[in-house]
């Protein structure tokens, strides 16, 4: 059973979350559900500081023995923080997907646009529908 | 197109399985999750449901003969149960399946082929057949046959709480047909994994009384079922090859490393084909390869030596028992030697890998 989706944070429709701290930057990663499906995760591809993502767009590679899969940025803007902790340890993400397996930092582009993302009852509601 | 399933599909679901399309059967990839299965069948023992496989019969008077030119391996000197690995080729020397071959008696052979290439092993086989007209009648038993695989160091004393046979003396690539309770079975020492185990072949009705059997017993033996996934990362480690993926029908024996299952003093088709590559040396190798820089390198990826494209990856997973990223690449013959640097592409970049020798994991004994 995944993890309760804190009520603190945004979802996107793949699977990411993302945490504004208020001054118009935010966290971000995957959820528990993600990290459930994927099983045991042994390689991450941090994006690199700087890089300027749009919402939607892929900004890491997260790998389990058997697949490859991308995360999405949640929202648009630019790269100032990453985990690098995942790079020797990759399996935080299953440990704590929404704490200490966080991927990265980003300043948004624009703080409105995370108006499109979900909160976190949306987004229960849409993992019950997947597992259907 | 409907998935075809094995008789012990319904347990897999019941055990909440990922179920894949593997080659047209639904399959079990992994039950909890890869790298604990794989652990489990290198520490103590892991079941796996091998139902996919084919299964031809070839008997009568002329058996032997058939399958001696059909395959590459001289079975003359084959013993009473004993298996050995062959491969099949086409005219062209291409191999249609690395298959095993089961000697059941002097006129009675068993042939268990991948579950992807059953049907051209079939037709090609039968097609030697009706050319020299050799009195003997091949037959594809695959639907009335199950087989499960045990595999690991507490395989036999989990299978021994089932079977009076005398499994300890068994040898590797030996098989006995005995009772596994009171159900008829072909149980070999033998497996995909690297490990000590045992490939178990029962009538396909009885196959889920042995799977719940073992499933049983084994529990205090920490045995645990196993999927696809592992299955293949496991192999990886062993350094033996995937059919359709490590190799196809257009890859000869010579450019994989299974020149010794070649035997060059007798007469098989395909073999002038291979006469022929010898005298030259074939272009391209099959080698294992370990990472240096970061990443996974997956079937498909790219090969370069510098700026020179020398090849593509063929298997490439992430090593659960070496900690590391490992795979298998058919490159050009020049860039084939172990210690050779070379570099493969991971998406916008490029990754340093060093050719290695094979197996990448040995058990110890």
Redesign the interface.
Known sequence: MSKPNPADRLYSKDHEWLKEHGDGTATIGITDYAQEML??I??V?LPKIGKKVKQGEAMA?V????S?SEVYAPASGEITKTNTAL?ETPELINKDAFGEGWIAEIKLADVSEIKTLLDAAAYEKLIQEEKR | MDLKKTPLYEKHVLLNAKIIDFGGWAMP??YS????E?HTTRTAAAIFDICHMGELEVKGPRAFDLLQLALTRDLADQRLGQVKLSALLNEKGGIIDDLTVYKKSDDSFMLVTNATTKEADFSQISGILRQKRYDCVLEDISDKTGKLDIQGPLSQEILRQSITADLQNLPYYHFIEANVMDIPAIISRSGYTGEDGFEIYAPAKQIGDIWERLMETGKAFGLKPAGL?AR??LRLEAGMMLNGQDMTRETTPLEVPYGWLIDWKKDFIGKSALEELKKTGPAKKLVGFEMIG???A?HGYKVFSGKKEIGVVTSG??S?TLNK?IGLAFLDVDFSAPETFIDIAI?ETKAQAKIVKLPFYKRKK
């Not at chain 1, 790998?63 to 058997?66: D, F, L, T």
């Not at chain 2, 999750?33 to 604990?36: M, S």
């Open positions: 099983t045991d042994v390689f591809e590679v790998e389990s023995v058997k490859v790079e | 990839v992994q999750n890869v790298i604990e794989h996934g293949d990362t970061r990443g996974i997956r997973t992430f659960p990223a998406r």
